[in-house]
């Protein structure tokens, strides 16, 4: 018996394969790299492109690359709904998604100069994320001597691996192999009518689930049903530390390099400014003491409105070309822009629809300046 389930399980899986996309459902495995932090495992490659990014394959030249990270890679949402691959479809140009979870300015850059310079593209697209891009280029630059030259504190070492860290555990670690190896597995836990309704429940319950992390937004008459754990976002745009600010000054130097070198190499650059979900529903949140966790939310929609402010005037100042999407995402915040779950804060299809129609008009609107812009 055990036998036949065994091999019923196994033909499921390769059916499963053969019928959906591998890379809409499987989580992506990492190993340790010098210069990234990390990069796709070797066994992860079967569901993506020979580099490990979330493609059909890798083309031999790309008009548009996207770099960036969980945001632009299109967690919670399938391969063909994440904001690079609608963007293709919008501007009928073709674009080549360099996306990957936990990536930040520090491997936007790498990639920038090696791989998708190699694709002989027309432009370059960064989807700079607030929520963590700062933090993660402080922590890259500080915890890999690769990039010991943006360094501006001598003697500081930080722990470089902004990946998952937890204690080892026989089924934790059961669990994320399966993850990642299993769309049967993903499919039952996760895809199926049971994942949906688990998901409604926890953003409904999202307090009372996550005591002192998550709290609810409830507005019925805009169709507004979502949850926000601000305390882990603000981690990483805190303009009280100097880690932050610290990442923010990385990051810019990061930015005008890349300009620099796109110019080099007759490469438009373009930055898409991806917003935090605290920020996009800001309307609703700001100064609201009905809401859990309303001091964390003020002290985060503040941050990340300086962090804005002082990021744009350095674009502005270097002649960096930028989309920000945050308008666009809140004239549509009751349309279930994000995940429906209390547990990720990243867009859904509707999320990454919206972002990507907002850097198709910014095309748009180019192309109709000079004419030696062409939308294909």
Known sequence: MLGSIAIALLIAEGVSRLVLNPADILKLEVVSDPILGATPSSSALAAFDRWGFRNRSVPETADIVAVGDSHTYGNTARMVDAWPYVLAELSGRPVYNMGLGGYGPNQYFYLSKTKA???????IIWGLYFGDDFANAFSITYGLDYWKDLRTRQNQKVEANIWEIRPPSWHRDLRNWLSRHSVIYQLALHFGPGG?????????HAAELYPGVATTLVVPDKN?????????VLFGLNQDDPNVREGMRIT???LRQMNEICKENKVQFLVVVIPTKETVFSHYLEHNPKIVLDDVLDKLITDERIARQQTFQFMTGHNIDYVDPLPALQRSVGQELYARTAADMHPGKNGYHVIAEAVAEHLKQESEKSPAITSK
């Open 252 to 254: 810019f130097e990061l």
């Open 224 to 232: 507004i049903l979502e949850a926000f754990r601000p305390k882990g």
């Open 117 to 123: 310079l190699s694709l002989r593209p027309k432009m």
């Open 196 to 204: 949906k309704l688990q998901g409604e429940y926890q953003i409904k």
